[in-house]
């Protein structure tokens, strides 16, 4: 089979770092780098997370540093969902053998995109700054990116305000760059990733095969219960949903529709306007916008994946 070629933007992150899992376990796709970005936790524990986590299962893939800051930063916008570190109470043993790439984000998108002539698409989970400043320093991605699949904003709703998403609202200016890119595009947005939870069943499931992808998840998900418990956020994949769309886009109902965000609202920056709730938008459709989730046949996928994971 031939591998579809991926670079995963990401601010690991409890959902990221499964979603990630996931995808060394896609046979459909090949991840030829992990870009780090600021967003749930700082740069430096996101960077560190994908570096200890690609070593701890034995993965070989470049691994970036990238944005420590949005293009505006403003507030304080670490919360605890994802913990200090970003894992939770998840400790992965420190990176030993290998070491980040020389080069950083943007640079290494440039490098593979230019390898791929025109096949590469990335999957963004965090927020947009690397992708924004990969777009603004070398414009031919515009042409070269085949697509970008991400999880962010929503068609409805919001996490961080009424109308904001988190990873959209970090770095609103860096999404509305990106969204203007003309790059083919998918939102898979809050109100359809909330949908996307995992409970005890997948947990005991996942502990007893054993792998050690499959044995993290579930303690990842523990964490993540625990959390729940406490008040915070249920066991909600949303960053493994935005690969789902990649790879079994029948978990999912789509719409193509127009897309933009708002970046200077005082109250209502990080907002994703689309076509679908907004009957006065008449922009031409710009972007697949996810609407409904088929669950069982996501989470079907998603224990396959991690399962795979780390497999020879
Ligand atoms: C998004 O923000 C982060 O907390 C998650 O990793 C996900 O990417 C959900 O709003
Ligand atoms: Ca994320």
């Known amino acids: 089979m031939t591998q579809r070629p991926f670079i995963i933007d990401c601010d690991t992150g409890t959902d990221d770092a499964i979603a990630l899992m996931a995808a060394f376990g896609c046979p459909e796709i090949n991840v030829r780098a992990i870009t780090s970005v600021n967003g749930n936790v700082p740069e430096e524990y996101t960077s560190a997370n994908n570096l200890n986590l690609t070593e701890y299962l034995g993965i070989d893939v470049e691994v ?4 420590t800051l949005p ?39 440039r490098r593979i995109a230019e ?31 085949k697509h970008i699949w991400f999880m962010g904003g929503a068609a409805k709703g919001g996490n961080v305000s009424a109308t904001a998403e988190f990873n959209i609202w970090v770095d609103p200016i860096a999404a509305k760059l990106v969204m203007s890119a003309g790059i083919p595009m998918t939102m898979v947005g809050l109100d359809v990733t909330e949908k996307a939870v995992l409970g005890r069943e997948e947990e005991k499931e996942l502990r007893e095969y054993g792998s050690k992808a499959s044995v993290l998840t579930a303690d990842i998900l523990e964490y993540m219960f625990k959390r729940c418990k406490g008040g915070g956020e249920d066991a909600l994949m949303h960053d ?8 079994i886009p029948e978990c999912l109902e789509c719409r193509e529709t127009s897309l933009d965000v708002e970046f200077r609202g005082e109250y209502t920056a990080g907002h994703t306007v689309t076509g679908v709730c907004n009957r006065r938008v008449h922009q031409e459709a710009n972007a697949s916008v996810a609407l409904e989730l088929h669950l069982d046949v996501f989470k079907k996928w998603l224990l396959e994946c991690v399962k795979r994971c780390g497999e020879a």
């Not at 970036?64 to 944005?67: D, F, N, Q």
């Not at 053998?97 to 020389?102: G, Q």
């Not at 096949?119 to 042409?143: C, D, F, H, R």
């Not at 493994?240 to 790879?247: P, S, T, Y």
């Open 115 to 145: 390898e791929e002539k025109g096949e590469l698409e990335l999957l963004v989970i965090g927020p947009m700054t690397n992708i924004a400043i990969a777009i603004s320093l070398y414009p031919q991605l515009k042409k070269q990116i």
């Open 240 to 247: 493994a949903l935005a690969l789902a769309a990649a790879v």
């Open 71 to 109: 293009f505006y930063p403003r507030g304080d916008y670490y919360g605890p969902t994802h913990g200090k570190t970003g894992l939770g109470d998840v400790i992965i043993p420190d990176a030993c053998r290998t070491s980040f790439s020389k080069d950083m984000a943007p640079e290494v998108i």
């Open 64 to 67: 970036a540093r990238g944005a």
